[in-house]
Nanobody, 123 residues
C-alpha cells in the first residue's frame, strides 16, 4: 500500500503561481511512477504531468507545457508540481497518483490516489 497526501492548493489570481506537494508513504516509493491529474466540475479527470521516482522521463499535458514543472525529492518522498502563469482554466481539484506500470497517461493505469487539493484561479 502507498499513501499519498497532497497539499499546497489555494486561490490565486491569473498569472500567479502555486506549488503543490504530494507526500508518499508506505511501500517503497522508488518502484513507482508518479502522476498529477486534475478534475474540474463536470469534466473527466485529466492527465497533467508524470515523473519516475528513480529519475529520468517526465511527461506533460500539452495544456501545461512550459508553465508547469514536476519534480521529486527522494529523501523526503515528496513529488512537487510547480505551476506558473496560471490561467482560470487551470481551476480544478488536483490529484497525486502512483502507478506500478510504465504507462502514465490514463487514470485507470494508476494504483493509488491522494484525496486531492483544490486550485482556483481567478481572472
Amino acid at each position: 500500500q502507498v499513501q499519498l497526501v497532497e497539499s499546497g492548493g489555494g486561490l490565486v489570481q491569473a498569472g500567479g503561481s502555486l506549488r503543490l506537494s504530494c507526500a508518499a508513504s508506505g511501500r517503497t516509493a522508488s518502484r513507482y511512477r508518479m502522476g498529477w491529474f486534475r478534475q474540474a466540475p463536470g469534466n473527466e479527470r485529466e492527465f497533467v504531468a508524470s515523473i519516475r521516482w528513480s529519475g529520468g522521463s517526465t511527461y506533460y499535458a500539452d495544456s501545461v507545457k512550459g508553465r508547469f514543472t514536476i519534480s521529486r525529492d527522494n529523501a523526503k518522498n515528496t513529488v512537487y508540481l510547480q505551476m506558473n502563469s496560471l490561467k482560470p482554466e487551470d481551476t480544478a481539484v488536483y490529484y497525486c497518483a502512483a502507478t506500478y506500470s510504465g504507462a502514465y497517461y490514463y487514470p485507470s493505469e494508476y494504483n493509488y490516489w491522494g484525496q486531492g487539493t483544490q486550485v482556483t484561479v481567478s481572472s
